[in-house]
C-alpha cells in the first residue's frame, strides 16, 4: 500500500511529465497558427484565382452548348466539362405540415415517406436511479470509487488528454497482440 507521501511524489512526476507534454503540444499549436499565418494569404488568393477560373470556364460552357451534344461530357486535363441533366431539387418549410399533409393524402406510403426514429436519451436516463434503470434493462457500471487523475489548466489539457488517451488506446492495443 503507497503512503500519501508517495503519492505526492508520483503526482509530482505526473505533473512534470504532463507539463513537458503540454509545452510540446503548445508549441505544435503554435507552429500550426505560424504556418497559416504565413500560407493562408496565397490559399486565400489561390481559392478566389480558381473561383474567376471555373466562372469563366461555366460560362463558356454555358455560351457553346452545341459542343456538348455527344458527348455531354469530356475529361480535359483531368476535369470534367459539360452539361448534364439537373437533378432538381425540393424543399419545403414546416416538416410538421409535410408529415400532416403526407398522412392525409398518402396514408398507405407514410412509412416509406416519413422517417420516424426512436431512441432512449442517455442523458435523461441518467437522471433514473439505478433501480428504474435496472427496470429498463439498464445495466449501470462503474459507479463504485474510480480513481481520478485530472488536469486543471488550459485549453491545452485538451490536447493533452488527447494525446493521452491515444498513447493509452495503443498500449491496450499492444497488450493485446
Same mark, same amino acid.
Given at each position: ?22 509545452? #510540446? ?9 505560424? =504556418?497559416? #499565418?504565413?500560407?493562408?494569404? %496565397?490559399?486565400?488568393? /489561390?481559392?478566389?484565382?480558381? !473561383? &474567376?477560373?471555373?466562372? /469563366?470556364?461555366? &460560362? ?11 458527348? #455531354?461530357?469530356?475529361?480535359?486535363? +483531368?476535369?470534367?466539362? %459539360?452539361?448534364?441533366?439537373?437533378? +432538381? ?6 416538416? =410538421? ?11 398507405? @406510403? ?5 422517417? *420516424? *426514429? ?5 442523458? !435523461?436516463? =441518467? @437522471?433514473? !436511479? ?15 470509487? @474510480?480513481?481520478?487523475?485530472? +488536469? ?23 497488450? =493485446?497482440?
Amino acid at each position: 500500500m503507497a503512503t500519501m507521501n508517495e503519492i505526492e511524489k508520483k503526482t509530482k512526476d505526473y505533473a512534470a511529465a504532463r507539463e513537458v507534454l503540454s509545452l #510540446r503540444v503548445q508549441n505544435l499549436h503554435n507552429q500550426i497558427e505560424a =504556418a497559416k #499565418r504565413t500560407l493562408l494569404p %496565397g490559399i486565400k488568393k /489561390a481559392v478566389q484565382v480558381a !473561383s &474567376e477560373k471555373k466562372a /469563366a470556364l461555366s &460560362e463558356a460552357i454555358k455560351e457553346s452548348p452545341e459542343l456538348f451534344d455527344r458527348p #455531354r461530357t469530356v475529361v480535359i486535363s +483531368g476535369i470534367k466539362v %459539360g452539361l448534364e441533366k439537373g437533378k +432538381g431539387k425540393i424543399e419545403w418549410e414546416d416538416d =410538421a405540415q409535410v408529415v400532416k399533409l403526407i398522412e392525409k393524402h398518402f396514408p398507405k @406510403q407514410s412509412d416509406m415517406l416519413i422517417k *420516424t *426514429t426512436k431512441k432512449p436519451l442517455k442523458k !435523461s436516463l =441518467a @437522471q433514473l !436511479s439505478v433501480a428504474e434503470l435496472k427496470k429498463l434493462g439498464i445495466v449501470v457500471d462503474e459507479t463504485g470509487d @474510480q480513481v481520478v487523475i485530472k +488536469g486543471t489548466d488550459s485549453d491545452v489539457d485538451k490536447l493533452v488528454k488527447a494525446f493521452l488517451k491515444e498513447d493509452e488506446n495503443e498500449e491496450v492495443r499492444e497488450e =493485446a497482440a
